[in-house]
């Protein structure tokens, strides 16, 4: 099946540092990846839809310029944290639909990244 | 605007017992709904995926049903045991454009005592 590998899984940065978040379809190629943040007991909120070839789609409340989210390939989407504060903390999760609507396949999760800013 | 609602929040059983988690979803127009297990800290585990065209999906003692009309889904985990302890999502999702995006509720917490 499709999988989503993401990296790093933990991370722990300075406040006022950037941290870059990868998320790349091993197996086959996701013209769309969604970023979802995850604060702790809370479900999953998504952030914003990346999409090859073309700029973000934030959902609104996010800041654009804060997570900068790129598209690089057919394979890699990258969320990047920029001037991170301890308010940005969270658990992110990139996931990617399915290939085919009329597939058995789902929405295919990365494991998640803990970030920490101290 | 897509809103989704699981009940109960929380649930603690003993190991063995048979239950129902339950999902409600405001816009039925939607094509498929994916349940899936976390486990604290961790990603997002697929668990069952039910298309449009199913009502059901079964995988081992777990077993979800769709009622797109009512806006309902509810996973049944038979003979519960310690290691279904984790928090149950449900995500229904529709085909294009804006719907095709996966929307949470806050999820079911389950603890199950040995």
């Known amino acids: 099946g499709a999988v989503v590998s993401q990296h790093p899984s933990r991370v722990i940065c300075k406040s006022g540092t950037s941290v870059k978040i990868e998320c790349r379809s091993l197996?086959?190629?996701?013209?769309?990846m969604f970023w979802y943040r995850q604060f702790p007991k809370q479900s999953l909120m998504l952030m914003a839809t990346?999409?090859?070839?073309?700029?973000?789609?934030?959902e609104q409340g996010v800041e654009k310029d804060k997570f900068l989210i790129n598209h690089a390939s057919l394979t890699l989407s990258t969320l990047t944290v920029t001037s991170a504060h301890p308010e940005d903390s969270s658990f992110y999760i990139c996931?990617?639909?399915?290939?085919?609507?009329?597939?058995?396949?789902?929405?295919?999760f990365g494991s998640g990244t803990r970030l920490t800013v101290v | 605007k897509q809103e989704v609602t699981q009940i109960p929040a929380a649930l603690s059983v003993p190991e063995g017992e048979n239950l129902v988690l339950n999902c409600s979803f405001t816009?039925?127009?939607?094509?498929?709904l994916q349940w899936f297990r976390q486990d604290p800290g961790k990603g997002l585990t697929s668990l069952l995926l039910?298309?449009?065209?199913?009502r059901e999906q079964t995988s081992g003692r777990l077993n979800a049903s769709l009622d797109k009309s009512s806006g309902r889904s509810t996973l049944y985990i038979a003979a519960s045991q310690p290691g279904d302890s984790a928090t149950y999502l449900c995500?229904?999702?529709?085909?294009?454009?804006?719907?095709?995006?996966?929307?949470f509720g806050t999820g079911t917490l389950l603890a199950v005592q040995p």
């Open positions: 197996d086959f190629q996701a013209t769309t």
């Open positions: 995500a229904p999702y529709g085909y294009g454009g804006a719907t095709n995006k996966l929307i």
């Open positions: 996931s990617a639909p399915p290939l085919s609507w009329a597939s058995a396949g789902g929405y295919t």
């Open positions: 990346s999409n090859e070839g073309s700029k973000a789609t934030y």
């Open positions: 039910i298309q449009s065209s199913q």
């Open positions: 816009d039925s127009a939607i094509y498929n």
